[in-house]
C-alpha cells in the first residue's frame, strides 16, 4: 500500500463517532471550531510551515478512517499529508461585513464536514482583517483529536512560529494507547460495570423539562445557561476551599437537578473523562482522542451535608 504508515483498529469512542458521523452526514456533527484574532506582526507563511512541521510530528493529523468491506474499521496513518489553506483578504470589508463571513465560515465549515476516508481531517482559514489583523479558523473532526490535544497542539504550533524548539521526546504514540487499551482486561471491566448499574433498569429523561426548549434534533431539545463572572468565582473558590474540582461541583450540580426533575433518587449521567492512563509515561502531551465517555450513577441524599455529598461523588469517580 502507498503512502501508509501505520493501520490500527479504533477506540470505543471512535467507533461510536464514526457511527454517528456515517450516518448524519452534512449535520456537523462532531466538526470541532477553533478560531482566534491573530494581532500584530504576523508571517502567515511561517504559521503554515509551523502547523504542517506538527502535521508531520503527529500522526493523529495524518489519519483516515476505513470501514467499507473491512470487518471492522480501522484507522490508517499516511506517512504525508497536505493541510488544506483558505488564504483570504477581507480588509475591504467594514466591521459588520467581516462579522458576517466569519458566522457564515464557521457555520458552512462545520456543515461541509469530512470526506472521511482521506486525511487529513482538518483545515485552516487565514482571512486578513487589517494592516496587523488576521482572523484564523481551525476546522477539525473529532475523530482525531481531542479539548486536551488542541491545548498541546497549539503550544507546539505558536512555539515553532517563534522559533523555539517543540520538546516532543518520549511522548507516546496513539498507537501505543491503542495497544495499552488491548492489553485491558475486559471481563474485569465487564464485572466492575455490572457491578456498578446492577438495579438500575431505566435512563433518567427529562420528561420535565419546558416545551419551549429550542429543538436541536429529534428528540433533543437545547437550552444554553451563562454563569457570570462573579457566580464562577465563587464557584471556583468554593470548590478549592473544600478539596472539590470544579467538574465535580457541576457534575453534582447535574445530578440535584436530574432528581428534582425526576423525582428519583438514584440518577445515571454521562460523563467524560480525559482517558490518558499514567502507565503512558508523557501521555499528557501526547495528540490523540483519548477521552471517554462513562455512565455516572449518582446516589442523591436530601439529608447529606452538601460539601461531604460532593466529596463521596469525587472520591467515587
Request: aromatic letters at 8%; charged letters at 25%; proline letters at 5%.
Amino acid at each position: 500500500m502507498k503512502n501508509v504508515e501505520d493501520i490500527y483498529r479504533l477506540t470505543a469512542l471512535q467507533e461510536g463517532l464514526l457511527f454517528h458521523s456515517v450516518a448524519e452526514p452534512g449535520t456537523g456533527l462532531y466538526i470541532d471550531q477553533v478560531s482566534a484574532e491573530l494581532t500584530g506582526t504576523f508571517d502567515p507563511a511561517r504559521f503554515q510551515a509551523a502547523w504542517d512541521q506538527a502535521v508531520q510530528r503527529q500522526a493523529a493529523l495524518r489519519t483516515a478512517f476505513l470501514w467499507d468491506g473491512l470487518d471492522e474499521p480501522v484507522q490508517v496513518v499516511r506517512e504525508t499529508v497536505e493541510l488544506p489553506w483558505a488564504i483570504e483578504d477581507w480588509r475591504a470589508d467594514d466591521a459588520s461585513a467581516r462579522a458576517r463571513r466569519r458566522d457564515s465560515r464557521l457555520r458552512l465549515d462545520r456543515a461541509h464536514g469530512f470526506a472521511l476516508e482521506q486525511a487529513p481531517l482538518m483545515r485552516m482559514t487565514l482571512a486578513r482583517t487589517g494592516e496587523r489583523s488576521w482572523w484564523w479558523l481551525w476546522t477539525f473532526h473529532h475523530l482525531i483529536a481531542d479539548g486536551w490535544s488542541t491545548s498541546v497542539l497549539l503550544r507546539e504550533v505558536f512555539a515553532a512560529f517563534a522559533g523555539k524548539p517543540s520538546d516532543t521526546t518520549d511522548v507516546p504514540a496513539f498507537s501505543d494507547y491503542i495497544a495499552w487499551q488491548a492489553d485491558q482486561d475486559l471481563d474485569a471491566a465487564e464485572r466492575y460495570w455490572r457491578d456498578e448499574l446492577r438495579g438500575f433498569t431505566e435512563p433518567t429523561r427529562l420528561s420535565s423539562l419546558p416545551q419551549e426548549s429550542s429543538v436541536a434534533a429529534p428528540g433533543v431539545r437545547q437550552q444554553d445557561r451563562q454563569l457570570s463572572p462573579e457566580t464562577t468565582t465563587v464557584l471556583r473558590t468554593v470548590a478549592a476551599e473544600n478539596g472539590l474540582t470544579l467538574n465535580t461541583v457541576v457534575q453534582g450540580a447535574w445530578a440535584l437537578l436530574l432528581a428534582r426533575l425526576t423525582r428519583q433518587d438514584d440518577i445515571v449521567l454521562g460523563v467524560t473523562t480525559s482517558g490518558r492512563p499514567p502507565e503512558l509515561a508523557g501521555i499528557e502531551r501526547a495528540v490523540g482522542l483519548f477521552i471517554n465517555t462513562l455512565p455516572l450513577r449518582v446516589a442523591v441524599d436530601p439529608e447529606a451535608p452538601l460539601t461531604d455529598w460532593l466529596k463521596v461523588l469525587q472520591k467515587r469517580q
